[in-house]
């Protein structure tokens, strides 16, 4: 499966934006996926996860109650929903699919997309 991130840009603290993975090839809906983040000089870090029928999610800390993860697998595309930005949400966000049971780590997914830079001003 190919992976394509979009929907990144400058926005305010407070301020809201949607994120969009989509994703090419057949068979999306048997992949669950991961949306992570990468501030410069800093690992990888995951932010939210959504099985493959979109029946289970999960959210860093960090962003419980402001994101929302969902997917529509008739379009092979998933959302990362973003509320309440603060300035420390910036960073490189990346979507990456994978089969495996876990997914709290970027080891575990073997499709990423290119990744879509979220710039918060304070």
């Known amino acids: 499966v190919q992976l394509q991130a979009s929907g990144g840009g400058l926005v305010q603290a407070g301020g809201s934006l949607r994120l969009s993975c989509a994703a090419s090839?057949?068979?999306?809906?048997?992949?669950?996926v991961g949306w992570f983040r990468q501030a410069p000089g800093q690992s990888r870090y995951f932010v939210a996860y959504?099985?493959?029928?979109?029946?289970?999610?999960d959210y860093a800390d960090s962003v419980k109650g402001r994101f929302t993860v969902s997917r529509d697998n008739a379009k092979k595309t998933a959302y990362l929903q973003m509320s309440s930005l603060k300035p420390e949400d910036t960073a490189v966000y990346f979507c990456?699919?994978?089969?495996?049971?876990?997914?709290?780590?970027?080891?575990?997914?073997?499709?990423w997309g290119q990744g879509t830079q979220v710039t918060v001003s304070s």
């Open positions: 990456a699919a994978q089969t495996n049971v876990h997914y709290s780590s970027a080891d575990y997914y073997g499709y």
């Open positions: 090839g057949r068979a999306f809906s048997s992949y669950s």
């Open positions: 959504i099985s493959s029928s979109g029946g289970t999610t």
